[in-house]
């Protein structure tokens, strides 16, 4: 069983940076491109930043220059460095990630974590 765990997450104030982290466990044979998305309330969920396995990333223009993905292959980990946090950042975090966990299915399947919420208010 793949499972994603999101932490991180908090109650910062304007201007500050957090420093999210997701780590992939389970019975993974290979993880293709990792992102993060947010779900802020009365809104839909839309992806902030994703990153392939090779370290080629895309940002949202919103966060383009606070925000800085990156992730560890070895420990199947992706990494949201946020900075500058603005209230608008405010929303519940979500990890995604295309994992290929089945040596039969050889196209992945896209895992989700179960959200970290990130306030920003002073």
């Known amino acids: 069983q793949v499972q994603l765990v999101e932490s991180g997450g908090g109650l910062v104030q304007p201007g500050g940076s957090l420093r999210l982290s997701c780590a992939a466990s389970?019975?993974?044979?290979?993880?293709?491109?990792m992102a993060w998305y947010r779900q802020a309330p009365g809104k839909q969920r839309d992806v902030v930043a994703s990153?392939?396995?090779?370290?080629?990333?895309n940002y949202a223009d919103s966060v383009k220059g606070r925000f800085t993905i990156s992730r560890h292959n070895a420990n199947n980990t992706v990494f949201l460095q946020m900075n500058t946090l603005s209230p608008e950042d405010t929303a519940v975090y979500y990890c995604n990630a295309e994992i290929r966990a089945n040596p039969v299915v050889m196209l992945p399947q896209g895992y989700w974590g179960q959200g970290t919420q990130v306030t920003v208010s002073s």
């Open positions: 389970g019975r993974i044979l290979s993880i293709n491109t």
């Open positions: 990153i392939t396995r090779g370290g080629s990333a």
